[in-house]
């Protein structure tokens, strides 16, 4: 059986002589975290660009700490590209943009399933076209497993 994280986290604290809340911690995991490449391909917005920011306390050409992930999340480097892609393709073929072209509209929900495979879990049969409830309160996913079984997320 894995270690809790409260486990994991007591164990480096008690390795590096420190309180587990302390930023030699945190840099610590920051350090070894194996998906820490993937941070290049997202624009963190500067501490100045966003309100309100009092400069005076903060360095403003810092990148700010961003714990927004359950809404836009942060954007991602190749998100303009693929969007003036689209909006060229539109502007050039306009509906039939929906069936032709490297990415039709049509079946985007296609093209996603195995990509989100790689994402989210290990087989693509997995990844199908799932329904998604959102209120002001909560989100709820609803999937159907490989086995059949249903399954439901719910966020509070």
């Not at 809340?21 to 997202?42: E, G, I, M, W």
């Not at 969007?83 to 539109?90: N, P, T």
Request: net charge negative; aromatic share 6%; charged share 20%.
């Amino acid at each position: 059986m894995q270690p809790s994280y409260i486990e994991v986290v007591q164990r480096v604290s008690a390795s590096l002589g420190c309180s587990p809340t302390s930023a030699q911690v945190a840099a610590y995991f920051d350090k070894h975290d194996k998906l820490r490449h993937l941070r290049d391909q997202f624009l963190v917005p500067k501490i100045a660009d966003l309100p309100p920011s009092d400069l005076s306390l903060v360095d403003g050409t810092q990148e700010c700490i961003y714990l927004a992930g359950n809404s836009l999340g942060l954007q991602p480097k190749m998100a303009q590209k693929y969007l003036e892609e689209e909006l060229e393709k539109w502007a050039k073929m306009g509906v039939h943009g929906h069936t032709l072209g490297s990415r039709p509209w049509a079946w985007a929900e296609e093209n996603i399933e195995g990509l989100m495979a790689n994402v989210v879990v290990s087989s693509h049969d997995v990844a199908q076209p799932q329904v998604k409830c959102c209120s002001d309160k909560s989100s709820c996913h609803v999937g159907q497993l490989e086995n059949k079984k249903k399954s439901v997320l719910v966020e509070y």
